[in-house]
């Protein structure tokens, strides 16, 4: 039972390059969700997708889009990477009653 | 009033000393605290969890201390181990069905030195 998996774990762009992270759950969750993790800011939630068909904004959505592929895959694009963009990203979902997230290992991107 | 506070931001902590992370919150709709531990390299996972209608919870070495009134919540961990070193988030949400509605601190930075 592979939980969350994404990919790729380690990416470097320039500025103004586009990108695709990958997500895909084995859990049969149905809300997923894109976390960007930087130093002393926590983690913030950029988009979400409640359902399959559905995807909501967070809190820090600007410069981001998302597809919710099936059930299983949630997608994270950057369509033209810029600095501030340098984070760590995690996708997760949630168990449908604990209320508790499942995370993967994270993607760390650089924009240069 | 929808900002999680956490302090504080890193801690050393002697091998078999107490752990102790601080978060409050304006929020008095917030009805559902979770505590996750991120090691280096991995995602956050799931430590221990609580709600307003207790004052603490506590599983092995880990307790949950809850304050309603003064909307304060802390992580104790108790005969601290190098293997506890990790970054903990406490969070808050309004119902625990969606992360859509999980607030999480700016995390903390916890070493044991054995």
């Known amino acids: 039972n592979a939980g969350v998996t994404q990919t790729p774990k380690f990416q470097v762009l320039k500025t103004g390059q586009s990108m695709t992270l990958q997500c895909a759950q084995d859990m049969n969750h149905n809300s997923m969700y894109w976390y960007r993790q930087d130093p002393g800011m926590g983690l913030r939630l950029i988009y979400y997708?409640?359902?399959?068909?559905?995807?909501d904004k967070g809190e820090v959505p600007n410069g981001y889009n998302v597809s919710r592929l099936n059930k299983r895959e949630f997608s994270l694009r950057l369509e033209s990477a810029a600095p501030s963009q340098t984070s760590v990203y995690f996708c997760a979902s949630i168990g449908p009653n604990t209320g508790e997230l499942f995370f993967g290992e994270g993607s760390r991107l650089t924009v240069l | 009033q929808q900002q999680v506070k956490q302090s504080p931001q890193s801690l050393i902590v002697q091998k078999g000393g107490i752990s102790i992370i601080n978060c409050a919150y304006e929020?008095?709709?917030?009805?559902?605290f979770p505590w996750y531990q991120q090691f280096p390299g991995k995602g956050p996972a799931l430590l221990i969890a609580?709600?307003?209608?207790?004052s603490e919870k506590k599983e092995g070495r880990f307790t949950i201390s809850f304050n309603k009134s003064a909307k304060q919540f802390s992580l104790h961990i108790m005969d601290s181990q190098p293997g506890d070193s990790a970054t903990y988030f406490c969070a808050a949400s309004m119902g625990e069905s969606s992360a859509s509605k999980i607030i999480f601190g700016s995390g903390t930075r916890l070493s044991i030195r054995p």
């Open positions: 609580i709600r307003p209608d207790v």
């Open positions: 997708s409640a359902s399959e068909g559905t995807t």
């Open positions: 929020n008095t709709a917030f009805d559902y």
